[in-house]
């Protein structure tokens, strides 16, 4: 086993937290070299496994020693980013009050891959320009929990992980993400983004898997999104309606939560969630009235909390028969106007797979 995978698979990008570290030599000490589980949170002593700090870090932090292109400078109550040596790929800034990034303090950080900036008090007109958006190798942009109105920006384009969760964000030039076409997980939950501020933001996104903007103030599902989607988490919003091609354009979404929002059966054009590669479906806590009409391949249906007074099995199925029958196989529907007494007789038969359906 060669050192570069025992670390691949030892970081945690949040907490920097080097948990497998130590069982994985362990491991390989003892002749095993099985590094599949671990365990971040029970261990992080650098300093009394590693050795001491190697001779580039910043006074601030930890470079261990056996993997000197990560420092560890989370948690230290730091104002300022330290002076980041050159060769540093993992920088670890996590849990700190900085309020600013300061013009020159990655100028001979060119090699850095990693950045956590989670959990400090940046605002967008704190960052000097030239410093993150100089990072040309930057593939992880980890921001989340700050008080940053609007991204900076052009960043990277080898970024594959980009999140902003929890920040005050109402701006988002569609500049920001183009051309990353290595990019795969986007989160932008937690702030103030409006459907406006949203245009064009994730055109041509060809790797995008993963897009979480939940907990903002969209009245429309994102537009323009990429066909290589395969979740878009869109809870406690304001979306009234959805656009009868929307999932069309979106051949292998397969999760799609549209929890807390507005949606009333007016918003959802007939056909709308007829999607084949759709596996769960997340419309709880709206205004729908009936049921919508789901593809049989769909498995998982949640409509809880909705007003809805009428079961129809032709929302499931639109013919029944040896071959043609719901995958469905957990349907909330508790905290409608519907009982058990609702389904019709012939239930069994269309729902076949259903192994839950709540009520109450
Ligand atoms: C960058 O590295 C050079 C050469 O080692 C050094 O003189 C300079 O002070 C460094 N600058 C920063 C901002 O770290
Ligand atoms: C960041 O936001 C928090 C919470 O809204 C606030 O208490 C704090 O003063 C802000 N810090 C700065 C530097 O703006
Ligand atoms: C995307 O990833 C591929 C394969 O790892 C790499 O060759 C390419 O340079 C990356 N693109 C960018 C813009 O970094
Ligand atoms: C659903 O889509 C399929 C193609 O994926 C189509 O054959 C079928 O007629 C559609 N059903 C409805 C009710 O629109
Ligand atoms: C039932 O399913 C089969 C196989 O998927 C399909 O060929 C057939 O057209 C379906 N029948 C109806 C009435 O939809
Ligand atoms: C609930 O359903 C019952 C019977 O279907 C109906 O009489 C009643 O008006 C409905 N209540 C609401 C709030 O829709």
């Not at 230290?76 to 060769?87: D, E, H, W, Y």
């Not at 980890?142 to 970024?159: H, V």
């Amino acid at each position: 086993m060669d050192g570069k995978q025992i670390f691949k698979v030892s970081f945690d990008p949040v907490t920097g937290r080097m948990g497998a570290l130590r069982l994985c030599l362990l491991a390989a000490l003892m002749g095993g070299a099985l590094c599949q589980y671990y365990d971040y949170d029970a261990y992080y002593q650098p300093s009394s496994f590693m050795g001491p700090s190697g001779p580039n870090c910043a006074q601030e932090c930890e470079c261990p020693i056996l993997f000197p292109s990560a420092m560890y400078c989370d948690g230290r109550k730091l104002k300022f980013i330290p002076i980041v040596p050159s060769g540093i790929k993992y920088l670890y800034l996590q849990n700190n009050m900085i309020e600013e990034i300061k013009a020159g303090v990655f100028d001979n950080a060119t090699d850095l891959r990693w950045l956590v900036l989670d959990h400090n008090q940046i605002t967008s007109s704190k960052v000097a320009k030239g410093t993150i958006d100089k990072l040309v190798h930057l593939e992880k942009l980890l921001f989340s929990y700050n008080n940053l109105t609007e991204p900076m920006g052009p960043l990277s384009k080898s970024l594959n992980e980009f999140k902003m969760i929890g920040n005050k964000l109402n701006k988002f030039p569609p500049t920001t993400l183009s051309g990353m076409e290595n990019l795969t997980t986007v989160h932008l939950e937690g702030n103030e983004l409006t459907t406006e501020a949203i245009t064009g933001a994730f055109k041509g996104l060809k790797s995008l898997i993963f897009l979480d903007v939940s907990n903002n103030k969209l009245k429309k599902l994102p537009a323009g999104v990429p066909n290589s989607l395969e979740m878009l988490y869109a809870d406690h919003n304001d979306i009234d309606s959805i656009p009868g091609a929307y999932l069309q354009k979106l051949p292998a979404l397969q999760y799609l939560r549209v929890s807390h929002n507005k949606l009333a059966d007016s918003g959802v054009p007939a056909g709308v969630f007829n999607s084949s590669s759709l596996i769960e479906l997340d419309l709880s806590f709206n205004k729908l009235q009936s049921i919508p009409e789901v593809n049989e391949n769909l498995e998982h249906l949640y409509l809880q909390g909705n007003s809805i007074n009428k079961f129809d099995l032709t929302s499931f199925c639109k013919f029944t028969g040896p071959l043609n029958y719901s995958r469905l196989r957990h349907l909330r529907l508790d905290g409608n106007n519907v009982t058990r007494e609702n389904m019709p007789f012939d239930t069994s038969n269309c729902l076949r797979q259903a192994t839950d359906i709540v009520f109450e």
